[in-house]
């Protein structure tokens, strides 16, 4: 597979996955930190990609997916945005909702 077919099974296989800078246990930027927070509030499983460790996603990505920066989260297969819109979502509850209605618990 290439990294573009890599990039849209991740997208279809996981309901809810972060693209970010290191691990959920051990972020390696402060977006990425600061995203992981708020979605470990929600309280729902994600999937995460360490792009540090998948330069090729890490270039390929921002195409795909028109949006220059990490971390990203996507949710049902859509992208949300990065850590600026997921700190507003968690702020005004709309990321709870988004997320629990993707996953369907």
Same mark, same amino acid.
């Given at each position: %597979? =290439? *990294?573009?077919?890599?990039?849209?099974?991740?997208? !279809? /296989? =996981?309901?809810?996955?972060? #693209? %970010?800078?290191? $691990?959920?246990?051990?972020?390696?930027?402060?977006? /990425?930190?600061?995203?992981?927070?708020?979605?470990?509030?929600?309280?729902? +499983?994600?999937? #995460?990609? =360490?792009?540090?460790?998948? +330069?090729?996603?890490?270039?390929?990505? +921002?195409? #795909?997916? =028109?949006?220059? *920066?990490? +971390?990203?989260?996507?949710?049902?297969?859509?992208?949300?945005?990065? /850590?600026?819109?997921?700190? !507003? %979502? /968690?702020?005004?509850?709309?990321?709870? $909702? $988004?997320?629990? !209605?993707?996953?369907? !618990?």
């Amino acid at each position: %597979m =290439n *990294t573009l077919d890599v990039i849209k099974d991740q997208i !279809e /296989s =996981n309901k809810v996955i972060l #693209y %970010m800078k290191g $691990t959920p246990q051990f972020p390696q930027c402060g977006f /990425s930190a600061r995203a992981v927070e708020a979605l470990i509030q929600v309280g729902k +499983p994600f999937a #995460y990609v =360490n792009i540090l460790e998948h +330069p090729d996603i890490r270039a390929e990505l +921002p195409k #795909y997916a =028109n949006w220059p *920066t990490f +971390p990203q989260l996507w949710v049902g297969g859509e992208l949300v945005g990065g /850590s600026d819109i997921i700190l !507003e %979502m /968690s702020q005004n509850g709309e990321l709870k $909702t $988004t997320i629990t !209605e993707a996953v369907g !618990e």
